[in-house]
């Protein structure tokens, strides 16, 4: 089967022909039908410390599947070959696209404990990205963040992950701002029930939030503790920068600063059923599984609305 992988830092995916995959106890095999692209992809492939980090390269990448089960290992009796499923990226086996190989290829291997069942009805596409930016951002905004009915919320960033999270939030009763530099961007805001946008966090200071997830990542928590109110929340999602940085009196007055990362195969379950009724609509962009390459490009220049799925077949 043809694979794109990981082979050096800063080099571009390499296309390969790899062994399919057999599956083992509690394993399946899942033929990928659609992939996800991710700025953690980018982070994995231009990070000096990632190649060191890995169990082994060439590594394929990508850690958003949706697809169809086509081989079920000893002792797996609640799947059965021909089910739709998502993959849960941080649950039972190695993280996909890091430690064990990913979706940027025709099939993946995956632990029957790692699948969240795909409804009817439901997208292939939709089911990859709520695998994880669904997955992310309803996570840091509903669990982490407890965001419910009568909250004050702001979400920096509106891209593939802020997206989902704003409109989360709006369905659980909050008022929701966002926080977003791109004009055409904050005008989609609009269109999730957000109370209202600003361009910069910074312009949100002394306003009392109770809640603000950060989903940028951008040197922006300094900008969302001074946000929020005195035992109020900021959660951390966005990677966008390596480093952050924030004055040493910001987190006086009993504010809390935690950070969030994935989410539950519960998580996604509970998301498939936003989207299918279409209470969760994120915008996103179909490409080919040969295109993902230069789509990867595309989102390191931050040329990409929403999300990019791979998109193999159906």
């Not at 669904?134 to 979400?155: F, I, L, N, P």
């Not at 920096?156 to 659980?172: C, P």
Request: hydrophobic share 45%; with cysteine.
């Amino acid at each position: 089967m043809k694979a794109w992988q990981f082979v050096e830092t800063n080099e571009p995916l390499v296309l390969n022909e790899v062994p399919d995959p057999v599956p083992g106890p509690g394993e399946v095999v899942v033929d990928v039908r659609a992939c996800g692209l991710c700025h953690s992809d980018i982070t994995y492939m231009t990070n000096p410390g990632t190649k060191a980090n890995m169990p082994y390269t060439p590594m394929t990448l990508g850690h958003e599947t949706a697809g169809v089960i086509s081989a079920i290992g000893e002792g797996v009796t609640s799947w059965q070959v021909g089910d739709r499923v998502g993959v849960c990226p941080f649950g039972t086996g190695p993280i996909p696209g890091f430690f064990g190989p990913g979706g940027f290829a025709d099939k993946q291997l995956v632990h029957a404990d790692d699948l969240a069942r795909v409804p009817e009805g439901l997208d292939t596409a939709l089911a990859a990205v709520a695998t994880d930016a669904g997955m992310t951002s309803y996570h840091a905004m509903v669990v982490r963040g407890g965001a419910k009915e009568g909250m004050k919320v702001g979400v920096i960033g509106l891209g593939g992950l802020g997206q989902i999270g704003a409109r989360a939030a709006v369905l659980k009763g909050a008022e929701v701002h966002v926080a977003e530099p791109k004009a055409e961007v904050r005008e989609l805001a609009l269109g999730l029930g957000v109370a209202g946008t600003v361009a910069d966090a910074t312009e949100w200071k002394d306003q009392n939030f109770d809640l603000v997830v950060d989903y940028a990542g951008f040197n922006t928590a300094a900008a969302a503790i001074d946000a929020i109110r005195p035992g109020g929340t900021v959660v951390t999602v966005g990677i966008g920068a390596r480093e952050m940085t924030i004055p040493s009196h910001a987190l006086l007055r009993n504010k809390n600063l935690i950070g969030s990362i994935a989410g539950t195969v519960a998580d996604i379950e509970e998301l498939y059923q936003l989207m299918l009724d279409g209470s969760i609509a994120p915008v996103y962009e179909e490409i080919g599984f040969n295109q993902i390459p230069d789509g990867l490009d595309r989102l390191a220049k931050g040329q990409v609305t929403g999300r990019l799925v791979a998109r193999f077949g159906d």
